[in-house]
């Protein structure tokens, strides 16, 4: 191990003993938090190549142990690599060893965005053509990805970015935070804190049943909501950038908001929308289908 300051990077070329021809992992300080990167290459939980890539994690942990601040939280970068629960848990418990905190999980693929939220992880979801840094390669694309949908409840401290629209078929809890470069919708109490057009799309909206967010943000605008006057019964609402020049972010009704505002917003926004995502309209529509109007939500759990 070679270290040219007080903060070492351990490249994926040092040297591991006995294992063979299995992809390294990589550890190195960013700022404030421990980047660890996964190799591209999927082991399920039982494949012994999974058991020599968390043998190889502990060396590295091990070898950089009088480096690490207590408590410093641990971004796992794990691009394509599909991981399921129980992987997360054993990453997470190799860090703690050694008094780190597994905090945030960037992955491009959904099944790990799920895994991990499920599993209380801060989520960041790359699109296709980003690194593992969040730059565009030289072929991005603009292009919104895949709507990603979680049927849970977002709890406090858990975060959840995506470069598309995210669907909460659940609640928003104070604490929680969703970032989307796309719409939001929350099938259910929007208490948290919601930013969609993330990537500077004034067009995007938020809808939830019950909004009493702790902050919106559509593109650049912000708005707070006050507390006051919520009687705890379900309305949908929409929020969203009114028309006007300068015009800051409106709440409507959500059956006002389809009759007056949306087919505006929808004629706007065609040449933004080239990569067949569902509109809101459609989104709104295939989950008025869905059985039962109010969902299931946690109330007050964080």
Not at 111 to 124: D, K
Not at 128 to 146: F, R, T, V
Not at 217 to 242: D, K, M, N, Q, T
Request: proline share 7%; aromatic share 4%; hydrophobic share 40%.
């Amino acid at each position: 191990m070679q270290s040219d300051s007080s903060v070492p990077t351990f490249l994926a070329d040092s040297p591991v003993e006995t294992l063979g021809p299995v992809p390294q992992v990589t550890l190195k300080s960013e700022q404030n938090r421990l980047l660890l990167v996964l190799p591209e290459a999927e082991a399920k939980p039982d494949d012994p190549a999974w058991a020599e890539l968390l043998q190889q994690l502990e060396q590295r942990l091990k070898g950089g142990e009088r480096f690490w601040r207590s408590e410093v939280p641990v971004y796992l970068c794990a691009g394509e690599r599909l991981l399921d629960v129980r992987q997360l848990q054993d990453l997470a418990e190799s860090l703690a060893h050694y008094r780190l905190r597994l905090r945030w999980v960037g992955t491009r693929r959904k099944p790990t965005a799920l895994a991990a939220v499920n599993a209380g992880y801060s989520v960041e979801q790359l699109a296709p053509s980003e690194n593992l840094n969040g730059a565009a390669k030289p072929d991005d694309s603009p292009h919104q990805a895949e709507p990603l949908y979680l049927q849970m409840t977002v709890r406090s401290g858990v975060e959840v970015r995506h470069p598309g629209t995210v669907v909460i078929l659940g609640d928003l809890n104070p604490g929680g935070e969703v970032v989307a470069d796309g719409d939001i919708l929350v099938w259910g109490r929007l208490r948290g804190r919601a930013h969609a057009g993330a990537s500077g799309n004034a067009h995007a909206v938020i809808l939830s049943l019950q909004m009493a967010p702790a902050l919106l943000r559509i593109s650049e605008c912000l708005a707070r909501v006050p507390e006051e006057g919520f009687l705890g019964e379900y309305h949908p609402e929409v929020a969203y950038i009114a028309a006007e020049p300068g015009g800051g972010i409106h709440i409507a009704q959500a059956a006002d908001f389809l009759r007056q505002e949306l087919p505006r917003m929808e004629r706007e926004r065609t040449v933004a929308r080239q990569n067949g995502s569902p509109t809101l309209a459609a989104l709104w529509s295939a989950l008025d289908r869905m059985d039962g109007r109010q969902p299931k939500t946690s109330g007050g759990q964080a």
